[in-house]
């Protein structure tokens, strides 16, 4: 069920994340994450038989779950710029937790309700995303705003604008940046 | 890296600022001392299209990866049960779709399987406990794939046993066959149908999403996964995530209210859009994905763009469905799938709520041709309208009568506003539309009604016509005048759409008694003919020939009345060689009334007895061409003083009159009146009596004691029956009345005159002679101002006047 506290709270950081309280959004990530990380896995059974389900579809469900039903959050850009942070965070971690296990077995032999905490990725995609985390890194290390238009954009499919409210930036900075990010880490990638 | 990312985009954007021709050159002057960030760049400028491709397919592969690393699948060859897995036909996020045929040889059947991962199965409220209902409920419907049978595997995998469907998506099916908006609709109401079925089997879907319902190579709907999806979200609704299809889930799925009959009526509201319009509702909006689901169908209303091309009905039945409250969408299915008949057999949608002017529109749009028909019913209904043929011949008194009289009975008035609410009975419910509300509301609502400019004349003949049906003489010439206007501002190509139109006119100037007026139009009706070269040898041509030789007899011009429809006889004859329709009756009937006015008996008898034995065979005795013919024979053998031969064909007319428009009808009185007055030319006073008084019960139940030339008739030929057989206190109860009634402006001279002459007769008899003389000499003076000199009638007022004269200076009265 919902958990209305946690909602008020989110509620407050998201506030001040919309004041740029940079503060705010490192105490909102742990919610967000935990939360995406439940749903990454449960959120699939809602989509079985549907091939629009992806990442942006778990940060929607985790929107919907957390957001409680009072309308409180005018801006729903902060609460994806923040999702979509966790949402990387959580497909690293699991990508890393993959390839470090070479059991494999975790899945099939952990408890159920450990299961429900893990997301399980295939080997290859585990590659390509440590790969991914990689070259974004570099990104980041020079203009750390290059890792915030990805996140946003790619884990979290937010459009231009709505990136750009989130970020305080212009809508032609992001289509700008968005665009170098996008085909320098696909021509070192492919 | 060898470049600083500030430079490389500052290069790259630069170099996107200059044409694409240039920017090689840039590059080489710009880049010249770094070829690697000139290479970088290089590959940067061709990477748009590839990188976007790369990064949706990364999505689709982290996707990919949630969800089926834990459920492999399994290869062809594995046994489930009595089955052989042959293909791997689906895979969603969470279950596998299998091909598979029975294995023991018993007899060729394909299934096709569907498993779950163990973790579905577990609890009290597993999907296989609810598949169990499933099977249990024993769903046997055409449009619902069959539940064969469910179980688990040793490893705990959950299977579902199905009919396998070799078919088609229904939305796949629908765009690819491009089907019609009626067809889409008409698949719609299959399954519709499939999930009221399960309703009555308290069986919910809850996740009828386009993927669920296929459609057959044959056509047949079939809904899938009945009961499995009710049973996938029971089983996991208590983590607090809902394991629907979120696109089309109701708002209550969301907010784990309870889940109803309703829920799947939202979802059906979904499916119904997407079959319309090739998307789900709010799909087409980019804004919207940034907002939650709930936000969406607060929104709904205003995102309707992607409703375009689809009517408002269907708008408002969508709409109904998808309402955020159940309590406010069908209260079942069965309510959705009445409506979208409705819609389909143009009857008015109950999801508009908006009033009269729609159920109007509705009703024109679905019974133009019964709006036509109504008119015809209710004129032949109506008290002294001319229209029918057969009622306006039978004699110049009666069709005078007949166009003076304003009065539309109550009891017509409301037998044509239950013909028209009978098109819609939920609606009539305390409606109290009149009749004349209703034609002004539908007339107001066809001016801006959407159609050809064709139907739109047509609908406003329509209306012009219907007025003049009605009586209501003054809004018909506004409204034929209207629809002439529109059809020349229209410039719609002379039609026959556009002379119905002109005739209509004439009609209505023929009614008004504006004959000359009339002749005009009819003679542009012709002219109109020869523009368009219209065939002459077409019942629509002979009408009008007749309705124009009509119209010449009228006004007394016979020899062109004569040659005109003999010239429409000589059509009809070529037109039916076999001289079996009615339309010949009709012209054989109006040829008689000719030669009936002329004074040639012979002829007017030889070709009314024609026209009578036509409507006889056809149309059998109880109709009222038979009833016309023979009260005209009737006529005209009295005209030729053969009372005998009249009283035979006057005899018969009262059953049948009763017979075609009931006991109480006007024409069933005039039709008693004729045979009454018939009797009293003969003297045979009794039988006079008997007919007389009927057609005076009849007249004042119609009428009442309001004034009405029909009623004032019947009284004086009452009168007169008492006056010739001495019954003077009789003769005065009713002359009371008809010198009432004829002070009213509605009774015309004609009539006053015989009443006054009945009243001198009256008075005389009583031996009052003062009074006696003064009412002959008012009927004297008025009878001067219509009469000739040498008339019977005016004789007989000026021998009784000097009569009374004598009386008075012999008895030395003052």
């Avoid at chain 2, 009185?669 to 005076?696: C, E, P």
């Avoid at chain 2, 009345?737 to 004829?742: F, G, H, I, V």
Wanted: glycine share 4%; charged share 25%; proline share 3%.
């Amino acid at each position: 069920m919902i958990n209305a506290s946690v909602s008020d709270e989110l509620t407050q950081y998201l506030i001040r994340i919309g004041k740029g309280d940079v503060e705010a959004s490192r105490l909102a990530f742990p919610h967000i994450y935990s939360e995406l990380q439940r749903l990454a896995r449960s959120v699939r059974f809602k989509f079985y038989g549907n091939d629009t389900f992806n990442t942006t579809a778990i940060i929607h469900e985790a929107y919907l779950k957390l957001s409680n039903q009072d309308g409180q959050w005018q801006n729903s850009s902060h609460f994806y710029c923040v999702a979509a942070k966790a949402m990387r965070q959580v497909l690293l971690n699991a990508a890393r937790a993959k390839k470090t296990s070479k059991r494999g077995g975790l899945v099939e032999h952990a408890p159920l309700e450990e299961y429900h905490n893990f997301i399980v990725l295939s080997e290859a995609t585990s590659e390509k995303l440590i790969d991914f985390e990689d070259l974004l890194h570099k990104l980041e290390q020079q203009d750390e705003v290059y890792g915030r238009i990805v996140e946003c954009r790619f884990f979290a499919g937010m459009s231009i604008d709505d990136t750009a409210i989130a970020l305080k930036i212009s809508p032609a900075t992001v289509k700008r940046k968005w665009q170098l990010a996008r085909n320098w880490l696909y021509i070192h990638l492919s | 890296m060898d470049y600083s990312l500030e430079l490389l985009e500052k290069v790259y954007t630069d170099c996107l600022d200059k044409p694409e021709g240039e920017r090689l050159a840039f590059l080489e002057q710009t880049c010249s001392d770094n070829p690697h960030l000139k290479q970088t760049i290089i590959k940067l400028l061709d990477a748009d299209e590839p990188a976007d491709s790369f990064f949706k397919h990364f999505q689709k592969t982290i996707a990919g990866a949630i969800a089926s690393e834990k459920f492999p699948p399994w290869g062809p060859g594995t046994r489930v049960g009595k089955y052989t897995i042959s293909k791997l036909i689906g895979k969603g996020g969470m279950s596998n779709v299998y091909l598979a045929e029975r294995s023991d040889g018993e007899f060729e059947q394909k299934v096709a399987i569907k498993c779950l991962p163990p973790e579905v199965v577990i609890g009290k409220h597993s999907a296989f406990d609810k598949a169990e209902q499933q099977l249990l409920a024993k769903l046997q419907h055409p449009s619902i794939a069959n539940l064969y049978d469910a179980g688990k595997t040793d490893d705990g995998i959950a299977y579902f046993i199905m009919e396998y469907i070799d078919g088609d998506r229904v939305d796949q099916y629908t765009e690819e066959r491009k089907l019609s908006q009626r067809n889409r609709l008409s698949l719609f109401l299959h399954v519709a149908e499939a999930v009221a079925y399960a309703h009555r089997h308290l069986i919910l879907h809850l996740d009828l999403k386009a993927s669920n319902v296929m459609v057959t190579k044959s056509g047949q709907v079939k809904l899938l996964d009945f009961g499995i999806s009710t049973a996938l979200n029971d089983s996991n609704v208590q983590d607090g995530v809902f394991h629907g299809t979120p696109q089309i889930a109701a708002p209550e799925q969301f907010t784990n209210e309870p889940v109803t009959m309703a829920t799947d009526v939202y979802q059906l509201g979904s499916l119904l859009h997407q079959l319309l319009t090739g998307k789900l509702p709010g799909d087409d909006n980019e804004k919207l994905k940034g907002i939650t689901r709930r936000d969406i169908s607060f929104n709904m209303s205003s995102e309707k763009k992607s409703l375009g091309s689809v009517s408002f009905e269907l708008r408002a039945i969508i709409d109904q469905c998808l309402a955020l409250k159940p309590s406010d969408r069908y209260a079942s299915v069965y309510e959705l799938t009445k409506d979208i008949k409705n819609f389909l057999t143009h009857y008015p949608v109950n999801a508009v709520k908006d009033g009269r002017t729609y159920i109007i529109n509705r009703f024109v749009r679905r019974n133009r041709a019964a709006i036509l028909s109504a008119a015809i019913v209710a004129v032949s209904l109506l008290t002294g309208t001319v229209l029918s043929l057969w009622q306006a011949g039978i004699a110049r008194e009666q069709r005078d009568r007949a166009i003076k009289n304003e009065q539309v009975t109550a009891a017509t008035k409301n037998f044509l506003l239950d013909m028209f609410m009978a098109a819609h009975p939920s609606k009539s419910k305390g409606d109290t539309l009149t009749v004349f509300e209703f034609l002004d509301m539908g007339y107001e609502q066809s001016a801006t009604y959407d159609a050809s400019p064709e139907i739109k004349l047509e609908m406003l003949t329509t209306f012009g016509k219907l007025y003049r049906s009605l009586g209501d003489y003054k809004k018909s010439g506004t409204v034929l005048d209207s629809a002439l206007a529109y059809a020349r501002r229209a410039d719609i190509p002379v039609a026959t759409s556009y002379i119905q139109a002109v005739e209509q006119l004439a009609l209505y100037q023929r009614d008004l008694g504006n004959y000359d007026s009339a002749r005009t139009l009819f003679s542009n009706v012709m002219q109109l003919y020869d523009e368009i070269k219209y065939p002459h040898l077409d019942s629509n041509y002979t009408a009008s020939l007749k309705y124009l030789a009509y119209l010449l007899k009228m006004q007394n011009q016979f020899d062109s009345s004569l040659l005109i429809v003999k010239q429409a006889i000589a059509l009809e004859e070529a037109l039916w060689p076999e001289r079996n329709n009615l339309k010949l009756a009709e012209s054989y009937y109006i040829l008689g009334t000719i030669y009936k006015d002329q004074g040639m008996y012979d002829e007017a008898v030889t070709y009314l007895s024609k026209s009578l034995s036509l409507c006889e065979t056809l149309m059998g005795t109880n109709y009222p061409g038979t009833l016309a013919n023979l009260n005209t024979i009737s006529f005209v053998y009295q005209q030729a003083s053969k009372h005998d031969s009249a009283l035979t064909y006057s005899q018969r007319t009262p059953r049948i009159a009763v017979k075609v428009f009931g006991t109480n009808h006007s024409e069933t009185a005039t039709t008693f009146a004729n045979l009454g007055k018939l009797y009293l030319s003969l003297k045979q006073y009794d039988s006079a009596y008997v007919h007389l008084s009927r057609a005076y019960r009849i007249r004042s139940k119609i009428y009442l004691s309001n004034p009405n030339i029909s009623t004032i008739i019947g009284l004086n030929n009452l009168i007169e029956v008492f006056n010739s057989t001495g019954q003077e206190d009789s003769a005065r109860y009713y002359l009371n009345k008809a010198l009432e009634m004829s002070r009213s402006e509605r009774i015309q001279d004609r009539q006053r005159v015989i009443t006054y002459k009945l009243a001198g007769d009256l008075l005389k008899l009583s031996g009052k002679y003062d009074s006696a003389l003064y009412y002959y000499q008012q009927s004297l003076t008025t009878s001067s101002n219509m009469m000739k000199d040498d008339d019977p009638r005016i004789t007989y007022l000026q021998e009784q006047i000097q009569q009374l004269d004598s009386l008075k200076s012999v008895k030395g009265l003052p």
